[in-house]
């Protein structure tokens, strides 16, 4: 009798619920989990820690047309325990507190070095104007970064111009994000 195989696509975080790690039989050593929470595969439960964004966006204004200069600013720090993630500061010149969210993927195989292993942060708070923290659209994010730690303290910080500085037409700012995340326990990864 002869067998068909018909490839099946998987979603993203469907693939994920199917892995499982386990340790050989007889074995005392936990291996590090991750859960398909936010991305494919979720270590932030395991991380504590705070990453700090600030953003400014400054306007030259034009007073011969009535319109002051203007300063848009974000500071919002991002307080995560046992991969609980807590956010507070400013947004858009408004209060913000509330549960965030935090998703921390490592991997192996960055762009500019095939073996090198990388992890990557993101996290998302709550808006000023009440909305919900989404993790797929998020300014809170460390991109993919070398990990020379083995996945245990993940720290760094990134400074750049505001995605929106025109300079040209009197727009300058920067942005800048600062995080500093430890793993709990010695569990390999």
């Known amino acids: 009798m002869k067998r068909s195989w018909q490839r099946t696509a998987w979603p993203a975080l469907g693939l994920a619920s199917?892995?499982?790690?386990s340790s050989p039989a007889g074995s005392a050593e936990q291996y590090l989990t991750c859960r398909p929470d936010f991305v494919s595969c979720n270590y932030g439960e395991?991380?504590?820690?705070?990453l700090h964004w600030r953003s400014v966006l400054k306007t030259a204004g034009d007073p011969a047309n009535g319109r002051p200069a203007e300063v848009i600013a974000e500071d919002v720090t991002v307080t995560v325990a046992d991969g609980k993630t807590t956010c507070s500061g400013t947004m858009l010149g408004k209060?913000?507190?509330g549960s965030g969210l935090l998703a921390v993927e490592r991997g192996t195989s960055m762009?500019?070095?095939p073996?090198?292993?990388?992890?990557?942060?993101s996290a998302s708070c709550p808006g000023p104007d009440?909305?919900?923290?989404?993790?797929?659209?998020?300014d809170i994010q460390t991109y993919k970064q070398k990990d020379t730690t083995v996945f245990k303290t993940l720290s760094g910080s990134l400074k750049d111009q505001h995605p929106d500085a025109d300079p040209d037409n009197g727009v300058t700012g920067t942005i800048q994000l600062d995080w500093s995340l430890t793993r709990k326990g010695n569990a390999p990864i």
């Open 46 to 50: 395991h991380f504590s820690g705070t």
């Open 111 to 113: 762009e500019d070095a």
């Open 95 to 97: 209060a913000i507190k």
């Open 18 to 21: 199917f892995l499982v790690v």
């Open 115 to 121: 073996d090198q292993p990388w992890y990557q942060i």
């Open 130 to 138: 009440g909305k919900v923290p989404d993790i797929m659209n998020t």
